[in-house]
């Protein structure tokens, strides 16, 4: 059983920064493409970014371009969520995700959706 653990979630105000981490257990990290998830309060868990198993594409929502960046540092099996210039609305549960198939599929993983392991969270609220 793969086990996620997210860090670095806290308050923060608006226009400031968040570096959220993703410790992943087992020997085989670097063969997981890893996502970033958010779920607020009263709506559905949405994507936010992911990263290939290979490291070499990275995928945003249109709503964090520009202000999120999203890494891995296999040596260390951890995935991180770089939040700069965060707002409001970046208020949320975020949830780490790693799949396992998305090596396998290639350009066919949807990195929106095929996840099979999950963190159990780490809260962010952005104040105004």
């Known amino acids: 059983q793969v086990q996620l653990v997210e860090s670095g979630g806290g308050l923060v105000q608006a226009g400031g920064s968040l570096r959220l981490s993703c410790a992943v257990s087992?020997?085989?990290?670097?063969?997981?493409?890893m996502g970033w998830f958010r779920q607020a309060p009263g709506k559905e868990r949405e994507f936010v970014a992911a990263?290939?198993?290979?490291?070499?594409?990275?995928y945003y929502t249109d709503s964090v371009k520009g202000r999120f960046t999203i890494s891995r540092e296999n040596a260390k099996n951890r995935a991180y969520l770089q939040m700069n210039n965060l707002k409001p609305e970046d208020t949320a549960a975020y949830y780490c995700?790693?799949?396992?198939?998305?090596?396998?599929?290639?350009?066919?993983?949807?990195?929106?959706?095929?996840?099979?392991?999950w963190g159990q969270g780490t809260e962010v609220t952005v104040s105004s």
């Open positions: 087992g020997r085989t990290f670097d063969t997981y493409a």
């Open positions: 990263i290939t198993w290979n490291g070499r594409s990275t």
């Open positions: 995700a790693a799949s396992i198939s998305a090596r396998i599929l290639g350009l066919k993983w949807d990195y929106r959706r095929q996840y099979n392991y």
